[in-house]
């Protein structure tokens, strides 16, 4: 009996909004500027200021108060990029790039031999030379394609 009562509550419990938790991160500077965000103590001599980070759960929309302030540091302060991809090939060609000759069968100058093996599979024959390093893929009817590259394992341009 107390049961039967009881179902209509634990209905209505399932279908209260979930409240997205939020978590302090201390927001260290050195006196070069240097930000460093962690969960731990900042190191001696950084500048600390804690900061609220609400975590929200997947598939929840979130908008970004538009602040002055916000607009002013923006405006303001130079963006440093502290992780970038680098394929060893000096990043000639961007995701985009890479994807569309990946599509297209082609092998551009700026392909590292992970790309190339992953369009073309294993190479049929291995030629090395100098620095230089060619693949060799036997292709029908006694036709073959050759894929060239320099000492750091990058496709060569065409000369």
């Known amino acids: 009996m107390l049961l039967d009562t009881c179902k209509p509550v634990f209905a209505a419990l399932l279908f209260l909004p979930v409240i997205a938790t939020a978590t302090t991160v201390n927001r260290c500077e050195d006196e070069h500027g240097s930000i460093t965000f962690t969960t731990l103590a900042c190191p001696t001599g950084h500048a600390l200021k804690r900061q609220n980070v609400h975590s929200p759960l997947p ?37 985009e790039q890479r994807r569309r000759a990946i599509i297209n069968q082609q092998t551009p100058a700026g392909m590292t031999k992970r790309d190339v093996e992953s369009l073309l599979g294993k190479p049929d024959k291995i030629v090395g030379r100098n620095a230089e390093l060619r693949y060799v893929y036997e292709e029908k009817k006694g036709k073959s394609r050759q894929v060239t590259f320099d000492e750091n394992g990058c496709v060569k341009g065409k000369r």
């Open 59 to 95: 598939g929840t929309v979130v908008t970004a108060n538009s602040s002055t302030e916000t607009r002013t540091r923006r405006e303001t302060e130079e963006l440093v990029v502290v992780g970038q991809r680098d394929d060893g090939c000096g990043n000639v060609l961007n995701a």
